[in-house]
């Protein structure tokens, strides 16, 4: 399957952002999708994950402000980003793995192994 994440952007401080991941190829329905991110100097870390169950687990930082979702009949994740802090800064990456659970996500990014190729967030103060 092949990936592509779009929506990146700069934006003020307390602003929204929506990312899009669209995935080709095959039917998308039975990955787990995570977002995750890497700001300048720093590791990449889990942001978010939907299982195709559509559970849905975020990290503490982001929790209440971002919102994860899935449209499998158009082969989409989304990533709805609100009150955008300066630390939210990163490249996002969208990543799918197929899951044999419908509950099955993971926030270890070396469980995926499809990633698209990211998109630059910038959060001005």
């Known amino acids: 399957v092949q990936l592509q994440a779009s929506g990146g952007g700069l934006v003020q401080a307390g602003g929204s952002l929506r990312l899009s991941c669209a995935a080709s190829?095959?039917?998308?329905?039975?990955?787990?999708v995570g977002w995750f991110r890497q700001a300048p100097g720093k590791e990449r870390e889990f942001v978010a994950a939907i299982s195709w169950y559509e559970g849905t687990h975020y990290t503490d930082s982001v929790k209440g402000r971002f919102t994860i979702s899935r449209d499998n009949a158009k082969n989409t994740v989304s990533l709805q980003m609100n009150s955008l802090k300066p630390e939210d800064t990163a490249v996002y990456y969208c990543?799918?793995?197929?899951?044999?659970?419908?509950?099955?996500?993971?926030?270890?990014?070396?469980?995926?192994?499809?990633w698209g190729q990211g998109t630059l967030v910038t959060v001005s103060s």
């Open positions: 190829g095959r039917t998308f329905s039975r990955y787990a």
């Open positions: 990543a799918a793995v197929q899951a044999y659970s419908g509950a099955y996500y993971s926030p270890d990014g070396r469980e995926y192994n499809y």
